[in-house]
């Protein structure tokens, strides 16, 4: 199983941005979700989590501009970001555990420039 996450780039302050991640090599359908986010010097935090597809939870940092969702026919999590800040600049990783299993997307670069 791989997930595949997709959608960084560069934006400037108060854009948006579209993360997507999505599981292959397997049938599972996707229920829950974590988005985190490494800026370099900093660990690794969780920025937004998914579970039972429909409870969500933000950090402090991003509530009210961040949102997590799941497509159950694309078994795909979106993170739509709006209002982006340069501190939210950070390298972002999506994370699913399956079976006491964990599995890190690659990661996706979000640069938001001031």
């Known amino acids: 199983v791989q997930l595949q996450a997709s959608g960084g780039g560069l934006v400037q302050t108060g854009g948006s941005l579209r993360l997507s991640c999505a599981p292959s090599g397997t049938v599972f359908k996707v229920n829950d979700m974590d988005w985190y986010r490494q800026a370099p010097g900093n660990q690794r935090e969780l920025v937004a989590r998914i579970s039972d597809s429909v409870n969500t939870e933000y950090a402090d940092s991003v509530k009210g501009r961040f949102t997590i969702s799941i497509d159950k026919v694309k078994n795909t999590v979106y993170l739509q970001m709006n209002s982006l800040k340069p501190e939210d600049t950070a390298a972002y990783y999506c994370?699913?555990?399956?079976?006491?299993?964990?599995?890190w997307g690659q990661g996706t670069l979000v640069t938001v420039s001031s």
């Open positions: 994370y699913w555990k399956r079976l006491g299993v964990p599995y």
